[in-house]
C-alpha cells in the first residue's frame, strides 16, 4: 500500500454572533460663536457757529451793523444772522 499522507484542510467557517444594532454617535459639528450685531450710534451733532454767545452783538438791522461799523458780516463772525443775510450767501449786509 502506498502510505501518503494528507494534511487536513481547513475549511472555512463562518460565525454568525448576535450583536445589537450599533449607530455610532454623529461626529461632532463645528457651529461658530455668532457675531452680535453694533448697535447703531449716531455720529454727534455738529454745532453751529456761535452766532449770539455771550458778549456778541445782536443787531436790529443792516443799518445798526453799518451804523456799529461791522458791516459786511460773514457767516461766523460775531452778530451774524440769517436775518440780515438777504440772499443766504452767507455775508450780511453787504450792500448800502
Known amino acids: ?3 501518503t499522507t494528507v494534511e487536513p484542510t481547513a475549511e472555512p467557517t463562518t460565525t454568525t454572533v448576535d450583536t445589537p444594532d450599533y449607530t455610532p454617535p454623529p461626529e ?3 457651529t461658530p460663536t455668532p457675531t452680535p450685531t453694533p448697535e447703531y450710534t449716531p455720529p454727534p451733532a455738529a454745532e453751529a457757529p456761535d452766532a449770539g454767545g455771550a ?3 445782536v443787531y436790529a438791522n443792516c443799518a445798526a451793523v453799518r451804523a456799529a461799523g461791522a458791516a459786511p458780516i460773514r457767516e461766523g ?3 451774524y444772522s440769517l ?3 438777504r440772499d443766504g450767501d452767507g455775508v450780511a449786509c453787504e450792500t448800502g
Open 1 to 3: 500500500m502506498d502510505s
Open 28 to 30: 461632532p459639528r463645528y
Open 55 to 57: 458778549g456778541a452783538p
Open 77 to 79: 463772525d460775531p452778530g
Open 83 to 85: 436775518d440780515l443775510d
